[in-house]
């Protein structure tokens, strides 16, 4: 998934958290951070630990 190749962004609450959700939000972190976004992450970031980020926060918020 790639920001700029969307056409528009849509945003709503996540009701569930499952493998795929983890998996777009490491995607995501992947990709901004390789877009040179500084977000608290190094480029050098592996999809584990960016996936392990996500699973944190979300265990947090539920």
């Given at each position: ?22 998996a ?5 972190t992947?990709?901004i951070?390789?877009?040179g ?9 592996s ?11 979300l265990?947090r918020?539920?």
């Open positions: 998934m790639h920001i700029s190749a969307m056409e528009s962004i849509h945003i709503e609450e996540l009701k569930e958290v499952n493998n795929s959700i983890v777009d939000l490491a995607a995501l992947l990709d951070v390789q877009g976004a500084s977000v608290g992450f190094m480029q050098s970031i999809k584990e630990k960016a996936s392990e980020f996500w699973r944190n926060v265990a918020v539920q």
